[in-house]
């Protein structure tokens, strides 16, 4: 005897996946087909879109069980929506919807919109450890560097182990707490604003704690690369420190793995040639590669299997 097909909680029977979603792939902008789904969907689905529609902040941030009552649904009725349009769960559903709402919103707005670092450290894990593994091993004869915040930039203080004694700056007090463990290394915490919702310091002391200093080299995260508009991040104070951590040091090597190319612009933090190095994971176009080290950055994709930095054309330049 035929099962009969999988239904929500209302009787409704499951819309077919979105194209994309038996890959584990989002495609094409959120936001648009959330929209023009509605009506077309299930009871329970319906609920969801109408609730993240009216109030994506609420949905960008709120915990599951905040956004299951709030649309009259279950938890898990949430996390199969999320589904539905390609992404593995909620992180990577909500990591897809701030893309999504920075193409719509205004850039005052952009700050409430940036996913939570929970989500972040939750989606694509295995190519940032592979990154990050990777990033370490490129020190060198550096003395002193930068970390910026982010769970990839984290999972890179995790690989400092083995590395000679280095002095170590960073905004982020969860890498401050990581690197405790590496007594041999000297950390830096900047003057600033405590902000709790990032377990990070912020705001204008860091520039002017960082105009006197001098690092070799800063290792930087963005939200969004863009081969003409450069690096940018959601939050325009953080924008506005990387520039002066940038400032402050002589090479720069930028951590993001392939998700970030293609994002919407947000917040500049520079030009792209003033990025040395990019290192990211197999899933950046080649073309985009071949685009970017025409430019002078050297682009280092690295294979989350192996670890291994696949072939590229140009060397670093410093």
Same mark, same amino acid.
């Given at each position: 005897?035929?099962?009969?097909?999988?239904?929500?909680?209302?009787?409704?029977?499951?819309?077919?996946?979105?194209?994309?979603?038996?890959?584990?792939?989002?495609?094409? =902008?959120?936001?648009?087909?959330?929209? $023009?789904?509605?009506?077309?969907?299930?009871?329970?689905?319906?609920?969801?879109? !109408?609730?993240?529609?009216? =109030?994506?902040?609420?949905?960008?941030? $709120?915990?599951?069980?905040?956004?299951?009552?709030?649309?009259?649904?279950?938890?898990?009725?949430?996390?199969?929506?999320?589904?539905?349009?390609?992404?593995?769960?909620?992180?990577?559903?909500?990591?897809?919807?701030?893309?999504?709402?920075?193409?719509?919103?205004?850039?005052?707005?952009? !700050?409430?919109? @940036?996913? =939570?670092?929970?989500?972040?450290?939750? /989606?694509?894990?295995?190519?940032?450890? @592979?990154?990050?593994?990777?990033?370490?091993?490129?020190?060198?004869?550096?003395?002193?560097?930068?970390?910026?915040?982010?769970?990839?930039?984290?999972?890179?203080?995790?690989?400092?182990?083995?590395?000679?004694?280095?002095?170590?700056?960073?905004?982020?007090?969860?890498?401050? !707490?990581?690197?405790?463990?590496?007594?041999?290394?000297?950390?830096?915490?900047?003057?600033?604003?405590?902000?709790?919702?990032?377990?990070?310091? +912020?705001?204008?002391?860091?520039?002017?704690?960082?105009?006197?200093?001098?690092?070799?080299?800063?290792?930087?995260?963005?939200?969004?690369?863009?081969?003409?508009?450069?690096?940018?991040?959601?939050?325009?104070?953080? $924008? %506005?420190? !990387?520039?002066?951590?940038?400032?402050?040091?002589?090479?720069?090597?930028?951590?993001?793995?392939?998700?970030?190319?293609?994002?919407?612009?947000?917040?500049?933090?520079?030009?792209?040639?003033? $990025?040395? /190095?990019?290192?990211?994971?197999?899933?950046?176009?080649?073309?985009?590669? %071949?685009?970017?080290?025409?430019? +002078?950055?050297?682009?280092?994709?690295?294979?989350?299997?192996?670890? %291994?930095?696949?072939?590229?054309?140009?060397?670093?330049?410093?």
């Amino acid at each position: 005897m035929s099962r009969s097909p999988r239904r929500e909680e209302t009787g409704a029977r499951l819309p077919p996946p979105h194209p994309g979603a038996a890959a584990g792939r989002p495609t094409g =902008d959120l936001l648009e087909r959330i929209r $023009a789904d509605i009506g077309h969907v299930s009871k329970a689905f319906g609920r969801i879109a !109408n609730y993240l529609v009216a =109030d994506p902040d609420s949905f960008m941030h $709120a915990p599951l069980r905040a956004i299951s009552a709030g649309a009259g649904v279950s938890e898990p009725s949430i996390v199969r929506y999320c589904k539905h349009y390609g992404c593995r769960g909620v992180p990577e559903f909500r990591i897809e919807l701030a893309k999504s709402l920075a193409r719509e919103l205004p850039e005052f707005r952009l !700050n409430l919109i @940036a996913p =939570d670092i929970s989500d972040r450290e939750q /989606v694509n894990v295995d190519k940032k450890r @592979a990154i990050a593994r990777y990033a370490a091993s490129l020190i060198g004869r550096e003395r002193s560097i930068i970390i910026d915040s982010g769970s990839t930039l984290r999972t890179f203080a995790t690989q400092l182990g083995d590395v000679r004694e280095l002095s170590i700056l960073t905004a982020d007090l969860e890498i401050v !707490n990581l690197l405790k463990r590496y007594a041999h290394h000297e950390v830096i915490v900047p003057a600033g604003t405590v902000r709790y919702d990032t377990m990070s310091i +912020g705001g204008r002391f860091i520039e002017r704690f960082l105009a006197e200093m001098h690092f070799d080299t800063f290792f930087l995260g963005a939200d969004a690369i863009d081969l003409r508009l450069g690096l940018s991040t959601f939050n325009e104070e953080e $924008a %506005q420190k !990387n520039a002066a951590m940038i400032r402050a040091s002589d090479r720069v090597v930028v951590l993001a793995d392939s998700s970030k190319f293609g994002t919407p612009s947000l917040h500049r933090i520079c030009d792209i040639r003033r $990025a040395q /190095v990019i290192v990211t994971d197999t899933g950046v176009d080649p073309v985009l590669v %071949q685009q970017l080290e025409r430019l +002078g950055v050297a682009v280092h994709c690295i294979d989350p299997r192996t670890g %291994q930095r696949a072939a590229t054309r140009r060397r670093e330049r410093r």
